[in-house]
């Protein structure tokens, strides 16, 4: 006949948790064993305790202490030089801002200044458009208004920059389209496209702005502009549509067999759409790329000052 001998569960938890809280002396006593400088077999004995007893304040806190530190004040090793690159690195950061925002300003003072630059005749080559963009050009010709197309949505552009409606905390740019129009040239055998201006979206059907649809032989002052690459997440053109998006240049000229030639006119046609429309701003927020790297810089930099140098804890 078998025999199987029962084992009361508390006894068994109870033998556990004693084993614990002994492993446990045992791993606090090696920790200020070694921060004593004691010898292993003073463990085993009350001597640590009494060389701290005026300080009970400091052994609690002891292991957490030595846990939070690596060796101690001033020590250096693997750790502390790959934590030291953050703060290398976003000091490098902010520096490097600290160029884009100069570059930034230049080129936007450099964009202005062409725009006033005073107009010259239409170049005879394409090819000398490429090194001309944003430089105001004089041409004489006919509008033909059976080929406008739009681009957009587009805010409407005053002074170079976006306008903005309303006033407070709620601002919002006025919404519409910009009207590209074929420009038969009359000293060439040649058409270039001319962005005339804006329109709102009420105004987008021709029969709404009759008076500025004006015929006949006319002069114009244009600025050059190239074409423009679509930028992510913004829709693409369709070909079928009169309608695009962004600037696709060569599309528009195939569509409305022109020379693949960009004007944008300076002048508004009285009952027309709103010249002017070249934007001359770009956006400029590296200012506040510098503080948060720079801010960043300086705070990883105290917390690595802190943490490696004077041997405290973070937290």
């Known amino acids: 006949m078998l025999s199987v001998a029962l084992i009361n569960p ?9 084993m614990l809280r002994q492993g446990l002396c045992i791993s606090r006593g090696i920790l200020v064993a070694s921060h004593f400088r004691l010898s292993p077999t003073d463990i085993r004995t009350p001597l640590y305790l009494t ?5 009970p304040v400091q052994y609690r806190a002891l292991p957490v202490r030595m846990m939070g530190t690596s ?4 020590s250096f090793g693997p750790m502390s030089l790959i934590l030291l690159i953050v703060p290398i690195g976003t000091f490098c950061l902010g520096t490097w801002q600290v160029q884009r925002r100069k570059w930034k300003l230049n080129l936007i003072a450099e964009l202005k200044a062409k725009t006033t630059v005073p107009p010259i005749d239409l170049p005879q080559e394409f090819a000398e458009l490429e090194d001309l963009e944003y430089q105001q050009v004089r041409l004489t010709g006919n509008f033909d208004h059976s080929k406008e197309i739009f681009l957009g949505p587009r805010p409407l552009l005053v002074g170079g920059d976006v306008h903005e409606a309303g006033s407070g905390l709620i601002s919002s740019g006025q919404s519409g389209y910009l009207v590209i129009t074929p420009f038969k040239l009359i000293d060439r055998d040649l058409t270039v496209l001319i962005n005339r201006g804006w329109v709102s979206r009420k105004q987008k059907d021709p029969a709404t702005r009759i008076n500025g649809q004006v015929e006949g032989l006319m002069e114009l002052t244009a600025v050059v502009r190239k074409t423009e690459n679509r930028v992510p997440f913004m829709p693409k053109n369709t070909k079928t549509s009169t309608v695009f998006t962004y600037r696709d240049v060569p599309a528009m000229a195939s569509m409305l067999g022109t020379a693949p030639v960009f004007l944008d006119a300076v002048d508004t046609i009285p009952g027309g759409p709103r010249g002017a429309q070249t934007r001359v701003t770009m956006r400029n927020e590296h200012l506040s790329y510098i503080l948060t790297w720079y801010t960043l810089s300086l705070a990883t930099s105290y917390m690595w000052y802190r943490r490696f140098i004077v041997g405290k804890i973070l937290m």
């Open 10 to 18: 508390t006894k068994k938890y109870t033998r556990m948790s004693s």
């Open 51 to 55: 060389q701290m007893k005026h300080t």
């Open 71 to 74: 060796a101690g004040t001033g």
